[in-house]
């Protein structure tokens, strides 16, 4: 699990890394400007690590299965090259999707106003700026969400709908507590994790537009999520937290 843990650390700290320096260095500098070149870069790595971040999250989730539902056999399943394989899958399974949408999104043609009414580069707010029909970019954006959101989440609670199913099995409270406490980092993970994408992502859909005060704080208050997030990953899977 703290295998899981720090290489989760490290994610988080990289998906911070792609939007807060550019940001605070907006808020000192007048010249608020970033290249065609540096927006779609910065897309693209936010599209990846949180995607690549969500299948870790199934990854972990599948370990808390085996380890409660399985423990005799935790080692067994759970060798080193398991563990290598999820974290290497997580990061390049969704690379060819994120390709694809990067591609569909910047070679619309733009035209007019270059002003993006966000505080770094994202999807929703650069299509506002194309000159052309983005319906094929919005049903991939759509599809591609569905897959790198919704299907590791249905995984996670897959997972859960297990372990809680053995909990509930067992005689003892005390011995449910303790299992319980095992599965409460990776749960504290996803709460701010989907928490955080919820916050940003479908209070964007309310009657808040791209250029409100209040859509900016909302992604102002995720990006620190994400930081406190990376921080306390960090603290939990230290090797003075593990004794």
């Given amino acids: 699990m703290y295998f899981f ?8 700290i990289f998906y911070t890394s792609v939007t807060l320096p550019k ?16 927006c779609a870069a910065q897309i693209y790595f936010i599209l990846f690590l949180g995607g690549t971040e969500c299948f870790l999250l199934a990854a972990m989730a599948y370990d808390r299965y085996v380890a409660i539902c399985n423990p005799l056999h ?5 060798h080193k090259e398991l563990c ?26 733009y035209c007019g106003t270059r002003e993006i009414n966000n505080f770094f ?11 052309a029909d983005t319906f094929a970019s919005e049903v991939y954006m759509v599809a591609a969400s569905a897959l790198i959101l919704i299907l590791p989440f249905c995984l996670i609670c897959a997972s859960y709908v297990k372990i809680i199913s053995v909990i509930l099995k067992m ?4 011995g449910q507590k303790k299992v319980f406490a095992t599965c409460s980092s990776h749960l504290i993970v996803v709460s701010l994790f989907y928490g955080s994408a919820t916050i940003v992502y479908v209070m964007s ?13 909302v992604k102002f208050f995720s990006l620190i999520i994400h930081e406190i997030g990376a921080m306390f990953f960090l603290q939990i899977s230290s090797p003075q937290y593990n004794k």
């Fill in 84 to 109: 290598l394989g999820l974290v290497t899958g997580s990061l390049t399974i969704n690379m060819p999707v994120d390709i694809g949408q990067i591609y569909l999104l910047f070679t619309l043609p």
């Fill in 5 to 12: 843990l720090k290489n989760l650390a490290f994610l988080e």
């Fill in 74 to 78: 935790y080692k067994l399943i759970m």
């Fill in 23 to 38: 940001m605070l260095a907006n808020f000192v500098v007048q010249n608020k400007t970033i290249s065609f070149v540096g």
């Fill in 171 to 174: 005689p003892s409270v005390e």
């Fill in 205 to 217: 859909l309310l009657e808040f537009s791209t250029s409100s005060l209040e859509h900016v704080k």
């Fill in 121 to 131: 580069c994202d999807i929703p707010p650069v299509l506002e700026l194309a000159c």
